[in-house]
């Protein structure tokens, strides 16, 4: 099956790697009293640095502004000027130091005083409308915790209480990834790192479902620390993992799909606590039951297609692609195989490798459906990796290990034959993009579900070479 991945770089144009992204720089001191300016020709100005396009804007721009101004930050948040010639960004940071100590060419200054010096309109703007907005203090549930201030210092007494039985205590930090809404930081400790992430819109129903699993199956999880259900977050320790993206041993590969198999397996009488706690329901009964009107809705969409290649599917070809899917389905289903746990951002970044130690991470995507879709997500990505490509075959050999104590060879054959197809069908409906009727106004999103109709189109097609057992 051709990789996802590759047909979402198809699927929409991509910019170059070198090109930069400019930002406008809105730093806070801690106690919001001061702004960072940056002195140009005798005004001042707020400072402006450039990243590359695609790197997460948090982790460089602190990255950066360590390096600059000799200072840790924190990202709050960063939004697209609006009406802006430039194009700029802006992001706002605060200062996580308490000293004012500055590089020549920059001076912190009074958030009024600010306001009436700097000589562009916008900025001075920008300032007043974000200063209120990080100190704007809230009652109950914050709806957006990560653009405070002070929340990173929260966030660490927190961490000291929590981690208080294991005798460590926080030291550096490092923003990974982080808005208003979401947060992934690695802490270092006096003993071993830690990482905290928290979840918001649209992957709030992430934290239920890893506190889940973290209850049920935790040897299948980084050691979880403590929980924190008003940021819904949680605190990881670091175990020294390295991603299976970075294994080129195929052992590792199948000790990875073997610990997974053993996963699903345990998770056959708890499918029905993980729907409730939030996992995407894909089962069987539930995708036959979504055929039709996908199909009908891909019929929309390649009408919409403008390009003559690839020449969009028609209808009739369409509609014989559904009744293959749903012949899958049927054929998946006499397989009696248990519907279970499963994972549809099954990638080896995802997979957390250190010696004989696996562990599965970032379950927004976890699902209950057919157990071995999750596989056939993970063999696309085999299907990349140069060293690994050909060895097809033993992956699948170790999956099939475990679940030849659930099922018999000939249904487990007959599971592999109709796999391919049905996985790609699940992917395509893993989000309500599809269901979307006003899909013009997101033409990526619109060629990409084409691209998933035509990989499938091609999957039906070698449904007739496999061996039937």
């Keep these: 099956m051709e990789s996802l991945c590759m047909v979402a770089e198809h699927a929409a144009p991509q910019l170059p790697m070198e090109q930069s992204h400019p930002y406008k720089i809105i730093l806070f001191n801690g106690e919001g009293t001061d702004v960072l300016l940056q002195q140009q020709c005798g005004e001042l100005c707020l400072p402006e640095i450039t990243i590359p396009q695609f790197m997460r804007p948090a982790e460089r721009i602190t990255s950066l502004l360590l390096n600059l101004l000799g200072m840790p930050t924190v990202l709050l948040f960063s939004h697209q000027l609006e009406a802006s010639e430039k194009k700029h960004a802006y992001a706002v940071l605060e200062s996580c130091t308490t000293s004012k100590d500055v590089p020549p060419g920059f001076i912190w200054v009074l958030i009024d005083t600010a306001v009436s010096l700097l000589i562009e309109a916008t900025e001075a703007s920008l300032v007043q409308s974000c200063h209120r907005r990080v100190v704007q203090p809230c009652f109950g549930t914050d709806p957006a915790p990560f653009s405070r201030l002070g929340w990173v210092h929260r966030l660490q007494e927190w961490i000291l209480i929590a981690t208080r039985s294991l005798g460590t205590r926080p030291t550096d930090l490092l923003q990974l990834n982080g808005s208003e809404t979401f947060s992934l930081v690695r802490f270092e400790t006096t003993g071993k790192p830690l990482w905290f992430k928290a979840v918001g819109p649209p992957n709030l129903h992430e934290f239920p479902i890893t506190r889940a699993l973290w209850e049920l199956f935790p040897s299948y999880l980084p050691a979880i620390v403590a929980f924190d259900p008003l940021l819904n977050g949680w605190l990881m320790e670091d175990e020294g993992h390295s991603t299976l993206r970075d294994i080129s041993q195929m052992s590792a590969w199948q000790m990875a799909v073997q610990r997974f198999a053993d996963l699903q ?63 899958g389905l049927r054929r998946l289903r006499e397989t009696n195989t248990p519907e279970t746990l499963g994972h549809s951002d099954f990638n080896p970044g995802n997979i957390l490798m250190n010696g004989d130690r696996c562990v599965f991470i970032d379950w927004a995507e976890a699902h209950v459906s057919h157990p071995f879709l999750t596989f056939e997500f993970l063999r696309v990505h085999l299907h990349k990796h140069p060293q690994l490509s050909a060895q097809d075959d033993e992956l699948r050999e170790a999956y099939s290990r475990s679940w030849l104590s659930v099922i018999s060879l000939s249904n487990l054959d007959r599971a592999f034959e109709f796999s391919p197809l049905v996985s790609i069908f699940a992917h395509a409906l893993s989000n309500n993009g599809w269901r979307n009727h006003d899909r013009s106004s997101t033409p990526g999103a619109a060629g990409y579900l084409r691209s998933l109709a035509r990989m499938m189109k091609r999957e039906a097609e070698l449904l007739p070479h496999r061996r039937h057992v």
């Excluded at 009964?285 to 028609?314: C, E, H, N, W, Y």
């Design 265 to 327: 397996i345990e998770s056959i009488p708890e499918v029905s606590n993980l729907l409730e706690r939030g996992c995407r329901d894909l089962r069987i009964d539930t995708l036959s039951r979504l055929v039709d009107p996908f199909f009908q809705a891909m019929i929309g969409l390649m009408k919409q297609q403008t390009k003559d290649d690839p020449p969009p599917l028609t209808a009739s070809e369409l509609a014989s692609l559904a009744c293959t899917v749903w012949e």
